[in-house]
């Protein structure tokens, strides 16, 4: 099976295991984000343009499967793909402890522009913002230690080079 039809039929199974998430009696209303964490996954061991189009599509899914704002999600699952990539030359990205530190921000930011944009639109929000947030990291977090090495045996890794973020030699800039 080739690798496009591996990524859409991951992208199903996640929506899926979303879905179910959802059933679990877990926290209050917090469930684990499985397509940020599946979005980040591609990010960081995919090619970054496939990531952010699968953020992009299964965003938009996402958004006309529930009442959040048409391309919330989109927006989000994007910049969750760019991310990696962004960091892609400064940071060491195959270390555990360096995905989850950037699970974190990412769950962090995510949680920060739908609670903004929440408080914006005028709603009221029934729970905290720091207690959404930490139990949030907590079950990504988890739920990334157990997924990301499901992924790895049928997604396996591109050897993706350490771009420099420059884009001249040294030598044409002193010219």
């Known amino acids: 099976m080739n690798l496009n039809r591996r990524l859409v039929l991951w992208g199903v199974l996640t929506l899926i295991l ?18 940020l964490l599946y979005i980040l996954y591609l990010g960081l061991f995919q090619d970054p343009l496939v990531a952010m189009i699968s953020g992009f599509l299964i965003g938009l899914f996402q958004d ?3 009442w959040d704002p ?21 940071l060491y ?4 402890v360096t995905q989850l530190s950037l699970l ?18 005028g709603k009221t929000l029934s ?14 977090a988890l739920f990334w230690v157990l997924l990301r090495n499901l992924w790895g045996l049928f997604l396996p890794s ?3 080079p350490h771009r420099p973020l420059r884009t001249k030699s040294p030598e044409a800039v002193i010219r």
């Open 18 to 35: 979303q879905w179910l998430s959802t059933l679990l009696p877990l926290t209050g209303s917090v469930s684990p984000q499985i397509i």
């Open 64 to 66: 006309g499967m529930t």
């Open 70 to 90: 048409f391309g919330l999600s989109s927006l989000i699952l994007v910049l969750v793909a760019y991310l990696p990539h962004l960091f892609r030359g400064r």
């Open 93 to 96: 990205l195959k270390s555990l």
């Open 104 to 121: 974190v921000v990412i769950t962090v930011l995510a949680e920060a522009v739908v609670y903004t944009f929440h408080l914006m639109s």
């Open 127 to 140: 729970e905290e913002f720091v207690y959404r947030v930490s139990v949030q990291v907590v079950w990504n």
């Open 158 to 160: 591109e050897e993706l």
